[in-house]
C-alpha cells in the first residue's frame, strides 16, 4: 500500500511540476526515512501552484476529497495520501484550535517549514529529485538524538507541542534540548482538550521502548501537574517505582488483550483505586478503559495480599472470576510485582497454572436460568441468587448436575446454606 501511495504522489509530483510548481515529502515519513524507521503515513506538500490548479491536478488523477479544504488539505479516494498546500497560522487563543490558518502556495520552503513544531519534523524531501531541504539542523538534531523546536517566535502558540515533543522523546528514545525545555516550561497547557493531551499519551505508551520518558520530560518541564497530577505528587521512590513498572509494561504489551489499556493500568498500578480514578477522569470519558484499569489495580491490591496469605484454590478462583482480564493481570504483576515474592518466574507459574484450572471450570456445562425454569423456580429475585449460588459451585468445580440438584436443596432450604 505505501508503494501504491509513493506512486501516485510521484506522479502528482509530475503534473505539478508541469504546472511551475514542486511537490515535497514532509513531516513524519521523511523523519523516519531518514531514521531507518517504517512509516506508512504519508504527506506531501505542494508549492508554487495555485489551489484551483491543484484541485484540477486531482481531479486529472482520481476522486479528490477535502480533509480540510480550509487548510489547504485534500486527498484522493482509495489512497491514504494526505496532499496538502503551504500554510502559516497565527494564534488567536490558548487552544488547540485556536488558530487562524492562511493557505499561501508561494510562501516558499522554508517559511512553509518554518511552521513545524521541531527540527527533524521540518524536513523536507522534494519527491522527484530525492533532494533533503533542512533549513534548522533537522539532521543533525536526530543524530545526536535530541528534539529541538524551530522557531522561538512561534513554538509557544501551540500547547500541545508540550506533550508532541515528551511522546517523541519517548518514542525514538531522544532527549528534549534545554532551550525547547525552557519554552514548554512556560507554556499554559491547562485549556486543551483531554483527548488531545490522551493521543499523545498513547503514542507514547504505545510506540515507546521506555514510556517513562515521557513523564521524566514533562517533570522536567514542570508541566506533569495538571493531567498527571496523581504522578506528580508522588514521592521520589514511588515514582521510580512506577516508572520502572511502566517500562516492563511496555516490554509484554503486545501479549496482552488490551494493550492500551494495559499500560494505563501499568501507570496506576501504585495508585490505589482512588487515585486512580483521579488519574483516568482527568484523560478519559471511556468507561470500558476506565472499568479495566479500575479492576486492574483493584485486583493487583487483592493479589499483593493473596501473595502474602493464600487464599487456597477456592480463593484463587473467585480471584480470576473477578478479574476484567486474567492473562493481562498476569502480566501486569509481572511488569509490576517483580518484588513481591522471592522467585516471581515460579510464583507465575503457579498462578497460570491456577488460571488454566479457573478456565476449564468456565468451559464445563453448568446451570443456567433455563435449567432452573424446567425445575420448576419461578422467575424472580429468588433466580438470581439461586444463578450465584450455583455459580459458587461451578467455581468449585462441581459438574453441572450435582450443581443443580445442590442448587435446588439450598433453595427448600431457604437459601442460607453457603456453597
Known amino acids: 500500500m505505501a ?10 509530483a509530475e503534473a505539478v511540476a508541469g504546472a511551475g510548481g514542486r511537490t515535497y515529502y514532509v513531516g513524519g515519513c521523511v523523519r523516519d526515512r531518514l531514521m531507518g524507521l517504517e512509516n506508512k503515513d504519508i504527506d506531501i506538500e505542494v508549492h508554487g501552484v495555485t489551489v484551483p490548479a491543484l484541485e484540477a491536478i486531482l481531479d486529472g488523477l482520481g476522486q479528490r476529497t477535502a480533509m480540510g ?20 497560522e497565527k494564534a488567536t487563543g490558548r487552544g488547540h484550535k485556536d488558530f487562524e490558518v492562511f493557505v499561501d502556495p508561494f510562501i ?13 519534523n521540518a524536513l523536507m524531501q522534494d519527491v522527484l529529485t530525492g533532494e533533503v531541504l533542512d533549513f534548522f539542523g533537522g539532521r543533525a538534531d536526530i543524530a545526536a538524538g535530541r ?11 501551540d500547547p500541545l507541542r508540550v506533550f508532541r515533543a515528551a511522546q517523541f522523546a519517548a518514542r525514538f528514545n531522544f532527549t528534549v534540548a534545554p532551550g525547547t525545555t525552557a519554552i514548554c516550561a512556560g507554556m499554559a497547557v491547562e485549556a486543551l482538550a483531554s483527548e488531545r493531551v490522551m493521543g499523545e499519551l498513547e503514542k507514547a505508551l504505545m510506540k515507546a521502548t521506555r514510556p517513562s520518558i515521557f513523564f521524566a520530560e514533562l ?55 482512588e487515585r486512580a480514578g483521579r488519574f ?18 483493584q485486583r493487583l491490591g487483592d493479589m499483593d495480599r493473596y501473595l502474602k496469605d493464600d487464599p487456597g484454590e477456592g480463593g484463587w478462583m473467585a480471584f480470576f472470576d473477578a478479574s476484567a482480564c486474567p492473562e493481562d493481570l498476569i502480566l501486569l504483576a509481572r511488569a509490576t510485582r517483580p518484588d513481591a515474592v522471592t522467585d516471581w518466574q515460579e510464583t507465575e507459574e503457579r498462578l497460570r497454572g491456577l488460571y488454566a484450572l479457573y478456565r476449564d ?13 424446567a425445575a420448576g423456580l419461578r422467575p424472580g429475585p429468588d433466580m438470581g441468587r439461586a444463578l450465584a449460588y450455583a455459580h459458587e459451585l461451578r467455581l468449585a468445580g462441581v459438574e453441572k448436575g450435582e450443581q443443580l440438584k445442590r442448587t435446588l436443596e439450598w433453595i427448600e432450604q431457604g437459601g442460607e446454606a453457603d456453597a
Request: positive net charge.
Open 3 to 12: 508503494d501504491r501511495n509513493r506512486a501516485m504522489a510521484r506522479r502528482i
Open 69 to 88: 479544504a480550509s487548510f489547504g488539505i485534500m486527498g484522493l479516494r482509495h489512497y491514504d495520501l494526505d496532499i496538502a498546500m503551504p500554510r502559516s
Open 108 to 120: 516558499g520552503a522554508e517559511k512553509a517549514a518554518m511552521r513545524r513544531d521541531f527540527t527533524m
Open 147 to 157: 528534539i529541538r523546536h524551530v522557531s522561538d517566535a512561534t513554538f509557544a502558540e
Open 219 to 273: 517533570k522536567k518541564m514542570n508541566r506533569l501537574g495538571y493531567w498527571f497530577g496523581e504522578l506528580d505528587a508522588l514521592s521520589d521512590g514511588d515514582w521510580r517505582q512506577v516508572m520502572v513498572g511502566l517500562d516492563g509494561a511496555a516490554a509484554l504489551r503486545q501479549a496482552a488483550r488490551q494493550p492500551s489499556d494495559f499500560m494505563l493500568a501499568a501507570i496506576c498500578a501504585g495508585f490505589g483505586p
Open 280 to 297: 483516568l477522569a482527568c484523560l478519559t470519558s471511556a468507561v470500558g478503559a476506565t472499568r479495566y484499569v479500575l479492576n486492574m489495580v
Open 361 to 373: 471450570r468456565m468451559e464445563r456445562p453448568f446451570v443456567m436460568g433455563r435449567d432452573l425454569v
